[in-house]
Every structure is written in C-alpha cells, then in structure tokens.
T-cell receptor
C-alpha cells in the first residue's frame, strides 16, 4: 500500500460547482497534514494546513479523519483559477520531510 | 524578495556529464530539502538537511551528492548524468521547530539529459 494515496482525477467541473478530493495515508502516527496546490510547470505552494477539528479558508474546507486515516479538501463555487493539481502531504514526525500523494488534477470549465 | 531560489531554472546536458544545481533560502529556516518530480508528476524526497547536517538520505544513487555550506544553502551535484535523471528538481525549506512545519518550495530546475 502506498504511503499517501489520492484520487488521480482528472476532475473536470463547471464553474460554480463544488468538488471534493480525498487522500488516505498509511502511517497512523502521522502528525501533520497539508494540502498543496501546484500549477502547471510551477512549484507546489501551500494551500492550507489541515487541523484535527477541520478548518476553512474562504471557499476551501479541509477535514481530517484520524480513525479512517484520510484527509479531504472541499472547494465550493469553483473558479477557473482553481484549475491546478492538488497534492496532499503528510509529515510523520520530527524531522521527517513531507510525503506527497501523486496529486489530483482539477480543471474548472467555463 | 524570493524566499527559496534555485539556479539554473533549466538545464539541458548530455549523458555522462556532471552538473550542479544551487539553492538558497532567505527565510532563516533550519531545514532544507531536495525533491525530484518525475514525468508522472510524483514528488519524492531525495535529501534533507537540518542545520547543515544530513538527516534524510532516501534511496538515491550515490551519483547524487548534496552539500550544505551553511543553513541558507543546499546544493545538489550530480555525476555521470543518465537519461533517467531527467526530471524537475525542487529545493524546499522549513522551520522544524515551529508548529506549522510546512515547506516552501523553490521554482524548480528542469533537467533534461539527452
């Protein structure tokens, strides 16, 4: 089983749609969780951290389910500018680096 | 000001050559990383340095040698380049002792080996 797995996509959705991505992780001792966004031919950029109680940033909502070992990202009212690849990332502990999923590609269509 | 910078941005070279990629961060972070993103877009850790000390060395051929002259710099030297080394290499940095610990990435170096 891969360490971090994501829906591969692509997700093609119309503007204004709500779209959700899921990501599962295999290490139950994982401590920190993140969603990154990567535009074509660009570097990954932090979209939001994921907290145990769930958190929201504008149209974006992230949730963590430790029991089932998954995190999710919900995007409401999709914009054309949301088109990108969304990567979930997990830190196990201490000085360990991020472990990324393979990413989910989102295309928002006019 | 660019937080994490890499040079060069593009690198085209022939098999068998030796090349270096440089990375600098001006965020005052204590930890720096090298990631490789292959043609399938999978982003994988190669090395991690904390306060100039190597702490993570994933299964990477020993043709790849990182060097950290100080906390703000982490360079990657690659010997005897092979076709399979073609990828985008990202440098990143983070501050381990903060609660966030997320990483800031450089713009990437697109390496093409012909």
């Amino acid at each position: 089983r891969k360490e971090v797995e994501q829906d591969p996509g692509p997700f093609n959705v119309p503007e204004g749609a709500t779209v959700a991505f899921n990501c599962t992780y295999s290490n139950s001792a994982s401590q920190s969780f993140f969603w990154y966004r990567q535009d074509c031919r660009k570097e990954p950029k932090l979209l939001m951290s994921v907290y145990s109680s769930g958190n929201e940033d504008g149209r974006f909502t992230a949730q963590l389910n430790r029991a089932s070992q998954y995190i999710s990202l919900l995007i409401r009212d999709s914009k054309l500018s949301d088109s990108a690849t969304y990567l979930c990332a997990v830190i196990y502990s201490g000085n360990t680096p991020l472990v990324f999923g393979k990413g989910t590609r989102l295309s928002v269509i006019a | 000001d660019t937080a994490v910078s890499q040079t060069p941005k593009y690198l085209v070279t022939q098999m068998g050559n030796d090349k270096s990629i440089k990375c600098e961060q001006n965020l005052g972070h204590d930890t720096m990383y090298w990631y490789k993103q292959d043609s399938k877009k999978f982003l994988k850790i190669m090395f991690s340095y904390n306060n100039k000390e190597l702490i993570i060395n994933e299964t990477v051929p020993n043709r790849f040698s990182p060097k950290s002259p100080d906390k703000a710099h982490l360079n990657l030297h690659i010997n005897s380049l092979e076709l399979g080394d073609s990828a985008v290499y990202f440098c990143a940095s983070s501050q381990i002792r903060t609660s966030g610990r997320h990483q800031y990435f450089g713009p990437g170096t697109r390496l093409t080996v012909t």
